[in-house]
T-cell receptor, first 109, second 115 residues
Framework: DAKTTQPNSMESNEEEPVHLPCNHS???????IHWYRQLPSQGPEYVIH???SNVNNRMASLAIAEDRKSSTLILHRATLRDAAVYYC??????????FGQGTTLQVKP | NAGVTQTPKFRILKIGQSMTLQCTQD?????MYWYRQDPGMGLKLIYY???????DKGEVPNGYNVSRSTTEDFPLRLELAAPSQTSVYFC??????????????FGSGTRLTVV
């Protein structure tokens, strides 16, 4: 279960869009791409996941590259409550989620 | 909606003591997982289960044991607690593998300190 590559940290201004990148160059055809976030002193929270097509839900959008070697989580309008650690994870055949270090997102007012 | 419930929320153990961390889910999920998170780090998988009676090791299983006698419950047992097991423990569940449906649901965690 190879991990993904994310920047350690990113900053955003409140009310602006945020694009969180993730590289998963060794992804296989059946691996899903998951995004979770973890607010301080809380358990991880599911954000979004996808396989090949771009996905949208009430929290965010997931843009998956055509070759599936990278993806981007898009928060359309960042709020202070979006400040968290964001994890990009591949789920392999076993379905286990192996977490990496994630990206710490700071949102400035 | 209770989701995934973990007890206790906090616990202090002395070196060599044992304890069981409880995890219960009410979503009828087949898959359950135990993770630990050390300060400033990501989560590491300890054990997981794909259904009642079936368990398997994750990345860091040493010093822990699990059992899965029912769909709902997935307790984590620490035998002979060591300071290296000081961590926050998260239990999670999911309906199936490969993430075809909704993702994992996590509990709120158990903060364990071994002194």
């Amino acid at each position: 279960d190879a991990k993904t590559t994310q920047p350690n940290s990113m900053e955003s201004n409140e009310e602006e869009p945020v694009h969180l990148p993730c590289n998963h160059s060794t992804i296989s055809g059946t691996d899903y791409i998951h995004w979770y976030r973890q607010l301080p002193s809380q358990g991880p929270e599911y954000v979004i996941h996808g396989l090949t097509s771009n996905v949208n839900n009430r929290m965010a959008s997931l843009a998956i590259a055509e070759d599936r070697k990278s993806s981007t989580l898009i928060l359309h309008r960042a709020t202070l409550r979006d400040a968290a650690v964001y994890y990009c994870i591949r789920s392999g055949n076993t379905g286990k989620l192996i977490f990496g270090q994630g990206t710490t997102l700071q949102v400035k007012p | 909606n209770a989701g995934v419930t973990q007890t206790p929320k906090f616990r202090i153990l002395k070196i060599g003591q044992s304890m069981t961390l409880q995890c219960t889910q009410d979503m009828n999920h087949n898959y359950m997982y135990w993770y630990r998170q050390d300060p400033g780090m990501g989560l590491k998988l300890i054990y997981y289960s794909v259904g009642a009676g079936i368990t398997d090791k994750g990345e860091v299983p040493n010093g822990y044991n699990v059992s899965r006698s029912t769909t709902e419950d997935f307790p984590l047992r620490l035998e002979l607690a060591a300071p290296s097991q000081t961590s926050v423990y998260f239990c999670a569940s999911s309906p199936n593998n490969r993430g075809k449906e909704a993702g994992y649901t996590f509990g709120s965690g158990t903060r364990l300190t071994v002194v």
